[in-house]
């Protein structure tokens, strides 16, 4: 078959949608994901059973060199104004590895699960970020035919968690928690924000 898109996913809830949204319009779907240093195994497994669900086969790539500043408290204390997820330059390797994919697949289109509220919290996740990076990709690479998507980018996550449900999403497969399990601990920011993002949509989340 041929490969007309590549999605990154990391077993959450954004890239969970976007792999589906991208499924139900794309005639070839290939999803990547990446292993970063102790990245969690609920998240890693999420990526492996969302992509087997859906019958999309998934890239998984070891990057284990890329930690989070929390993985590093002398970055950390540098740069206390920062969240301890944020992951130097993320996701300029991030998409620059799927950059490499796409053109070695002839995928003509990268998608990414990004929502209105990352760029508050990380540069690099944010509309402009993603305009540079496709002026770099027509301008720089070998295929000027490979554009990044984000499809879900003017979304709030209630919007997200509404449009997901409406493309059949499992959401009972994906992984938000900052933690590890066995249960999502309902503290950290990301649980917080799924709750409240599932409580605006008017639905019952079914991870627990």
């Known amino acids: ?19 589906y949204f991208a499924a139900g319009r794309e005639d070839g779907t290939v999803a990547i994901s990446f292993d970063y240093f102790e990245r969690r195994e609920r998240e890693r497994s999420a990526a492996r059973r969302l992509a087997q669900h859906a019958g999309i086969e998934l890239i998984s790539l070891d990057v284990g060199f890329m ?8 970055i950390l204390g540098e740069r206390p104004d920062v969240e301890s997820v944020y992951m130097p330059a993320r996701n300029i390797i991030f998409y620059g590895i799927a950059s490499h994919f796409a053109e070695r697949l002839g995928a003509a289109r990268i998608y990414g699960g990004h929502t209105s509220a990352d760029s508050a919290f ?3 996740a944010s509309k402009s970020f993603f305009e540079d990076f496709n002026a770099l990709l027509h301008d720089y690479t070998g295929s000027t035919a490979v554009s990044i998507v984000t499809p879900l980018i ?11 449900a409406k493309l059949g999403v499992p959401y009972e497969l994906t992984w938000s928690c900052y933690l590890d399990g066995p249960n999502v601990c309902r503290k950290c920011r990301a649980c917080r924000e799924r709750a409240e993002a599932f409580a605006s949509a008017g639905l019952s989340d079914p991870v627990s």
């Not at 490969?3 to 996913?9: G, Q």
């Not at 930690?67 to 002398?74: F, G, H, M």
């Not at 003017?154 to 997901?164: C, L, P, Q, R």
């Open 1 to 19: 078959m041929t490969t007309s898109a590549l999605v990154l996913l990391s077993g959450g809830l954004d890239s969970a949608v976007c792999l």
């Open 122 to 124: 990380f540069k690099d």
């Open 154 to 164: 003017g979304m709030n996550k209630a919007e997200v968690v509404s449009f997901g």
């Open 67 to 74: 930690k989070e500043v929390s993985d590093d408290p002398l």
